[in-house]
């Protein structure tokens, strides 16, 4: 089974500041990779995810992830945070299994922007 | 479209009871599934569908029954609540069942067992 490890479970920055919330995976073959946002008290929404056309993806809200094989990494940034920012943060990655399509989470990355 | 709707948004329940999460989705979405949420443990799949008629058991599955007897609803059943199944589910679904289809979530159901 795949597995998805989120270094950090709570990231602070300030406003304005780069935002990395990182993610690193276990495959042996190319995996499909999701980033997910949730804010408080509300589903997941998705934020962007790779299917091996690029290795950088951009998403909505002015997200961005970098498909690293070597490093099995797919890291999550975006240049200048804002207040709205702030929420939880899931990596997942997708695995064909059984009869169906398992998504298999990170632990979650709590994001807080500092004015 | 309305998405995932999800009902109730919150319950209390006492050990023992037994509850139905409703489940439905206006997407004419083949896969269907269930989460559940616990603090420092990210979302772990508890059942899934691929179609009306067909369910299947995810990572923690134990407590929990399912059915999909139309492609819009998959409600989730716990026959006799315990407090460890105190959590926040959410529901899920996904156009089809190729590996990286994105899946939309619901809003969620807050369970409190006593």
């Known amino acids: 089974a795949q597995s998805v490890t989120q270094l950090g479970s709570h990231v602070s920055v300030s406003e304005g500041a780069l935002v990395l919330l990182r993610c690193n995976y276990s495959?042996?073959?190319?995996?499909?990779l999701f980033w997910y946002v949730q804010y408080p008290n509300q589903g997941l929404q998705l934020l962007l995810k790779?299917?091996?056309?690029?290795?950088l993806v951009k998403g909505i809200n002015g997200f961005e992830a970098e498909f690293k094989k070597s490093e099995t990494s797919f890291h999550l940034t975006k240049p200048s945070a804002h207040m709205s920012d702030a929420a939880e943060y899931f990596c997942?990655?997708?695995?064909?299994?059984?009869?169906?399509?398992?998504?298999?989470f990170g632990t979650g990355t709590s994001l807080t922007v500092i004015p | 479209n309305a998405g995932v709707t999800q009902t109730p948004k919150f319950q209390v329940l006492k050990t023992g009871q037994s509850m139905t999460l409703q489940c439905a989705q206006d997407?004419?979405?083949?896969?269907m599934s269930w989460y559940r949420q616990d603090p420092g443990m990210g979302l772990r799949l508890i059942h899934y569908?691929?179609?009306?008629?067909?369910?299947d058991q995810g990572e923690v599955p134990n407590g929990y029954n399912v059915s999909r007897s139309t492609t819009e609803d998959f409600p989730l059943r716990l026959l006799s609540a315990a407090p460890s199944q105190t959590s926040v589910y959410f529901c899920?679904?996904?156009?089809?069942?190729?590996?990286?289809?994105?899946?939309?979530f619901g809003p969620g159901t807050r369970l409190l067992v006593l």
């Open positions: 899920a679904s996904s156009p089809g069942t190729t590996e990286g289809e994105t899946q939309y």
């Open positions: 495959s042996s073959v190319p995996p499909y």
């Open positions: 997407m004419n979405h083949e896969y």
């Open positions: 569908s691929v179609g009306a008629g067909i369910t």
């Open positions: 790779y299917t091996s056309a690029a290795t």
């Open positions: 997942a990655v997708s695995e064909a299994r059984g009869t169906g399509n398992q998504f298999y």
